[in-house]
């Protein structure tokens, strides 16, 4: 059964449905897999919820049996990681656009009544209303992806640097859209948040990986995230993501590295604790010298004592401070220098697989863990073709799978 699944991904076969049609015609395709007969297509179906755990442990296998040629192949590509994020539509009702569009007409017809302002944000409030999961299939889970909100099950995807596959992780984070964000704000924050947990995931399989660089897009551009590779010796390769800068009129420091009030270099900001986080690096808390705590009635409450305040914020200026400041700025390798712009370059490779993987969306699949099945099976099949492209040297590309079926 494997075999005719690792044939049905070399050829792209749209449906499992011609697969078994080619079966029934050939009888080497026939013969090969070691089918007396066509199975019917519910055996297809079972095997991949059947086998989940066997199919990801020969995927996690064939990842380290490929590391060497790897680094036969290119040994500076293989040495590098590229990650991105994305999401496979699971075939759910509220997929249909319809159904947003249901949401949305609603919407618009509560704001007309109530007679709100134009500064009501129609589309915005109608996304804060769609259901968090699907009903059908709750691991199907709201998530702005590829330009327009949608139930996927989001899955972080990494590469080394000529695009072959070394992990696929699905990442649970929380989904909440929050009003006062973009939904390309809340797509970053995910992509932030996930990178280190994923990481931790490769790392624990895969011990003996060894990489140099890291690669990836503004999505990643946290301090959290170069703090922990600068912890495992890769330099980070990610672009600056605008999100990140403040409009704010910036804290500078004194002489004994304590920040400053932004409207006063001479005031020193007060110390606050050390504040420490799962999965984040540790930072030390600075607050506005000119806020107080009171107590009324058993309840405290912040008093901020001042004429010309730089933030909006009831509770004046918090500074946080990495304990290792500044890994965003003060990356090991400038972002101005030719090695850094030609080594981001290289991101798109991982892009490239993804694109290659996305055609598994027109399956049709409602079952998350025959998703799952699907994309996995789809990797190992990337991985074989990989071991017989490099041993039989067919091509000059890595990845040449086209060529090699020609």
């Known amino acids: 059964m494997l075999k005719a699944f690792i044939f049905y991904n070399l050829l792209g076969l749209p449906t499992i449905s011609t697969l078994i049609f080619i079966i029934n015609i050939s009888s080497d395709f026939r013969n090969f897999p070691g089918f007396s007969r066509a199975p019917h297509p519910s055996q297809f179906s079972r095997f991949k919820t059947l086998f989940y755990d066997q199919i990801l442990e020969m995927f996690h296998h064939l990842v380290d049996f490929t590391s060497d040629f790897a680094i036969d192949a290119d040994d500076r590509l293989a040495k590098i990681l590229i990650t991105d994020t994305t999401g ?6 509220e997929n249909n656009p319809k159904f947003y569009q249901s949401i949305l007409k609603t919407v618009k017809t509560y ?3 109530h007679k709100y302002d134009k500064t009501f944000d129609v589309e915005k409030y ?10 059908s299939n709750p691991e199907a889970k709201l998530t702005y992806l590829n330009g327009h909100f949608g139930y996927y099950q989001k899955v972080i995807l990494a590469t080394n640097g000529f695009g072959l596959i070394r992990d ?14 973009t939904p390309q704000e809340i797509k970053d924050e995910y992509d932030a948040k996930s990178l280190i947990p994923s990481l931790e995931t490769f790392f624990d399989l895969h011990p003996d990986s060894k990489f140099n660089y890291f690669l990836g897009d503004s999505g990643f551009d946290a301090v959290d995230n170069y703090a922990y590779l600068y912890k495992r ?29 932004p409207n006063d270099p001479e005031l020193p900001m007060t110390y606050a604790g050390v504040i420490k986080g799962a999965n984040r690096a540790d930072r030390i808390q600075f607050i506005c010298p000119k ?11 912040v008093i901020l004592d001042c004429d010309n305040p730089c933030t909006n914020s009831p509770y004046g200026r918090i500074k946080n401070i990495t304990v290792h400041h500044n890994f965003r700025f003060n990356a090991a390798m400038p972002r101005n ?3 850094w712009i030609n080594l981001y370059k290289i991101r798109t490779v991982c892009e490239r697989t993804l694109k290659s993987f996305m055609q598994i969306n027109i399956s049709k699949v409602n079952k998350t863990l025959t998703l799952k099945s699907n994309i996995f099976l789809a990797g190992i099949t990337q991985l074989i073709a990989f071991i017989i492209i490099h041993k039989s040297k067919l091509t000059t590309g890595h990845l040449s799978i086209k060529t090699m079926v020609a």
Do not use: H, W
């Open 88 to 93: 496979f539509e699971l075939y759910v009702k």
């Open 111 to 113: 704001a007309k009544s």
């Open 126 to 135: 109608a996304q804060s209303k769609m259901p968090k999961q699907s009903s």
């Open 168 to 181: 696929i992780n699905f990442y649970n984070a929380d989904n909440t859209l929050q009003l006062n964000l």
């Open 233 to 261: 010796g890769i330099i980070p390769i990610i672009n600056l993501n605008p999100r990140n800068n403040s409009t704010l009129p910036q804290p500078l420091f004194n002489e004994d590295g304590i920040p400053t009030c």
């Open 291 to 301: 806020r107080s705590l009171t107590m009324s009635d058993s309840v405290k409450s």
């Open 337 to 339: 220098r030719n090695e």
